[in-house]
């Protein structure tokens, strides 16, 4: 099993039977929403609710169970992947698009639990570029806004040279910060910015990470 499948599979032992699980987005994820549906075919009775379109037509071809959002009253669980962790469990997220949908699902989950390989774990944020999702109107202004901040911010391209579309319509903007000096602050900065839909600091809302590592072996991340 490769680093980041161990730390996935590590990650689904803590979802029980009635539980309502939020499933993440990425090559990380796909190992826990693997895993949940190898869980439900052998009888685990569990509700899922999708933080991507990607993970949504997955998590259908494996039979998982999935809920509308309007019947959702809480998460138990959603099991995540992320581009960077911290040691206070703080995290750059989006690298994959979904920053949004997977902001709005953590913050709705009692239990948010981080799988990674040992590459994403940093002694500080921002060598990855800060994804930040913004509305497609008057992004010029956004981007100059974005850039005041101190960063070089990219609108993402696909691989024909056209914008990334996010799920939810909007642009996504990679921030080549370098580093992130004061995290909680630049949170603030950023959701003043009129065109900022939202961004990939998912800041105090891990309540676990773990790491997966190339010895097949996985730990939990000490905070
Ligand atoms: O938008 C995507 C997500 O935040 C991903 O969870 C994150 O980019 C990590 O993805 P991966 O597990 O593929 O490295």
């Known amino acids: 099993m ?8 590590r990650a689904v032992q803590s979802i029980q039977e009635g539980m309502v699980v939020g499933l993440g987005t990425g090559s990380t994820a796909y190992y826990a929403i693997q895993e949940i549906g190898r869980r439900t075919a052998e009888g685990l009775q ?12 997955l998590a259908k071809e494996l039979g998982i169970p999935l809920i509308p959002f309007a019947e959702v009253e809480v998460i ?5 992947g992320a581009d960077e962790v911290d040691g206070s469990w703080n995290l750059i997220k989006g ?4 920053l949004l949908r997977e902001k709005i699902v953590a913050a709705a989950s009692k ?8 590459s994403k774990a940093v002694g500080q944020l ?7 999702e913004i509305v497609t109107f008057a ?38 910060f370098d580093r992130i000096e004061d995290a909680d602050q630049l949170n603030l900065a950023l959701h003043a910015i009129p065109g900022v839909v939202d961004h990939g600091l998912f800041l105090h ?10 010895d097949g072996s996985a730990r939990e991340l000490e905070r």
């Open 2 to 9: 490769q680093a980041k499948q161990v730390a996935a599979v």
């Open 46 to 57: 569990i509700k899922a609710v999708a933080t991507s379109v990607q993970s949504e037509n």
């Open 76 to 80: 138990d669980v959603t099991i995540d």
């Open 95 to 98: 690298g994959g698009g979904a």
């Open 111 to 118: 239990q948010l639990i981080i799988i990674v390989d040992e």
């Open 126 to 132: 921002g060598k990855f570029p800060l994804p930040v």
């Open 139 to 176: 992004s010029e202004l956004t981007l100059r806004k974005l850039e005041a901040l101190g960063c070089k911010p990219v609108i993402r391209l696909t691989a024909s040279n056209e914008p990334f579309i996010t799920d939810n319509g909007n642009y996504t903007v990679d921030c080549h």
């Open 205 to 214: 809302m891990a309540t676990q990470v773990i790491v997966g590592y190339a």
